[in-house]
Structure formats: structure tokens, C-alpha cells
């Protein structure tokens, strides 16, 4: 695998992660691009005990690990989570619908806050599993948790979503 | 079981992570129990509502970066010579320059060596016969 066939499967994938565990964008872009460079020297090492996918997140996992200890090293303040679509660039595809773009806009909102309420690796956790559907062994190792705390931790993680986004429901707008 | 731990297992069970015992238990429960029904339901509408949001792109600048100091990276590779190597090399330069330099001599000073013979042996000579003499 060459190194531009390893940043077109998992680039994506990488930088998901990344921003789920620190949480801002700046900070993603750098551990994404650490995680990546370090993937691409480790290539000729990967034995393909696991998938692809799973061996880049462990290194992602494990930047981002080193990256909070240099953090909290240097004194590094908590920052708030930014939304998906400033990572992206590109504001949410809503259509031309008024009611429609305020509905999408209200489910965002509301996904956007229940995950600002998670702890980063329940973030992980939880767009590990509905984003690049990793069963709760890939995430348990991906962690370094048990497969028991995946399940739980994962459980925990959608009760907070379902909260706000019930919440929507109730107001008549939340239709996913 | 408690409540909340069928709700769990409701959950582990929307993602399919449970043995076929532990389906088959929470598949006879969700029949008789609308409150789980309704719980279900609702973890797929959030489940649905986090796809819709959808997943964040590489920054093309990230990307172009890792391509660049990875292309360099291996340029360097090439550029770099291990040590034993790099001894081997010089070695062999420094052999290839002095047969060089033999040749040359040999081809343009072919009479060097017998005259700095012929003057050595001569001061030699002149040497002993002077100390003879005392």
C-alpha cells in the first residue's frame, strides 16, 4: 500500500477521530497528521493481525494520548468542541427548505450538544461504532478497554443523544 | 435484571453484539414490552440522526503535508548511507587512487626508482669509506 492509497482509505477516518478526542479542529488537523505520518513509516511493519483501520486508529489513539500529556504538560486549556461542519468547511446540505434547513438545524444543535456533554473517548466510542460501524472488540482494542466497558460506555454515550434529541421530538421538529 | 440492564442489552442488541441466547432473551422481551419497543425506535433515530450529520473530511492542506514529508522522508532514505557502507566506500577510493598514482609513476618516472636507489646507496658509500678513513 503506498502512502497516498493509506491517506485516501483512512485520512477521514483519522481526522473523525482525532476531533472527536480533542475536540477542536487546529488540534485534530495536527494529530491527524501526526497519526498519518507515523502509520505510513510503521506500513512496512503492519503484520494484518487486525484491519487497516483498526491498526490507524490505535496509532491515533495513542497520538492523541501523547498529545494530551504534552498538553497538560504545558498547562493547555480545555477548549470547547467544534462542530462537525466547521471541520468540513462546508455548511450542512439542508436543501432550499425554510422549515426544512431550521429542523436540520435543530438536530445538529442537538447532536452537536450531546456530544459536547460526553467525555472524549464516549465520543470515540459512540462515532467509532455508528460512523465506521466497528464492532465493540475493534473499538475495545482501537481504546485499549475492555469489551464490558465498550458496551456500557457505549450505552451511556447514546442516553445522553436520545436525551436531546427526545427532546427535540417533543417540540414536534426532531424527525431522523 | 434491571431495567436498565435490558435497556444495555437492547442496545448491544441494536448493534448485534449479542450471542444468539442473549438475542433470542431480548427478542421475546421487546415482543411483550412497548417501552422498549419505543427505546429501540429511538436509538435508531439517533443513530440515524448522528450518520445525517455525517463525518468531517481531511483538510486538503493536512493531506498535501503528509504527502510532502512523506515523499521527502523517502528521499532521504535513498540519500542515506550506513556507516559500514560509507567506510566501504572510501576504502575503496582511497585503493583505486593509489593504484592510480602507481601507474602514473611507473609510466612517467620509470628511472625514479633506480636513481633514488643509486643516490641512496651512493651517500651510503661515501658514508662508510669517510669513517673508515678516521
Known amino acids: ?176 | 435484571m434491571t431495567h436498565e440492564e435490558i435497556r444495555e442489552n437492547v442496545s448491544a442488541f441494536f448493534d448485534g453484539e449479542l450471542d444468539d441466547r442473549q438475542a433470542a432473551e431480548i427478542r421475546a422481551h421487546l415482543e411483550n414490552c412497548a417501552e422498549c419497543r419505543r427505546y429501540l425506535e429511538e436509538l435508531r433515530a439517533a443513530s440515524g440522526a448522528l450518520k445525517k450529520e455525517g463525518r468531517a473530511k481531511l483538510p486538503f492542506a493536512v493531506r498535501a503535508a503528509v504527502l510532502a514529508e512523506a515523499a521527502s522522508e523517502k528521499a532521504n532514505k535513498r540519500r542515506y548511507m550506513p556507516a559500514a557502507s560509507r567506510f566501504l566506500a572510501v576504502a575503496c577510493c582511497a585503493i583505486v587512487l593509489a593504484l592510480l598514482m602507481g601507474l602514473l609513476a611507473r609510466i612517467y618516472l620509470p628511472t625514479l626508482f633506480g636513481q633514488m636507489q643509486g643516490l641512496i646507496g651512493g651517500a651510503v658509500g661515501s658514508l662508510g669509506s669517510s669513517s673508515g678513513g678516521n
Open chain 1, 1 to 176: 500500500m503506498t502512502p497516498e492509497e493509506l491517506v485516501n482509505l483512512c485520512g477521514d477516518g483519522i481526522f473523525n477521530l482525532a476531533l472527536r478526542l480533542c475536540g477542536n479542529t487546529s488540534d485534530a488537523q495536527d494529530i491527524a497528521q501526526e497519526a498519518l505520518l507515523k502509520a505510513i513509516k510503521g506500513l512496512p511493519d503492519f503484520r494484518g493481525d487486525s484491519s487497516i483501520h483498526t491498526w490507524v486508529y490505535r496509532i491515533t489513539v495513542n497520538t492523541w494520548k501523547n498529545w494530551l500529556r504534552a498538553n497538560s504538560r504545558h498547562g493547555g486549556a480545555a477548549v470547547p468542541l467544534d462542530p462537525v461542519a466547521d471541520a468540513s468547511g462546508l455548511p450542512p446540505d439542508t436543501g432550499c427548505d425554510v422549515g426544512k434547513e431550521l429542523e436540520a438545524g435543530e438536530t445538529k444543535a442537538a447532536v452537536d450538544a450531546a456530544l459536547s456533554e460526553m467525555s472524549p473517548e464516549d465520543r470515540a466510542i459512540l462515532t467509532l461504532r455508528e460512523l465506521d460501524e466497528c464492532s465493540y472488540a475493534e473499538i475495545a482494542h482501537i481504546l485499549g478497554l475492555a469489551e464490558g466497558t465498550v458496551k456500557s460506555r457505549l450505552f451511556r454515550a447514546r442516553e445522553v443523544l436520545r436525551g436531546k434529541l427526545s427532546g427535540l421530538s417533543k417540540g414536534g421538529t426532531y424527525d431522523a
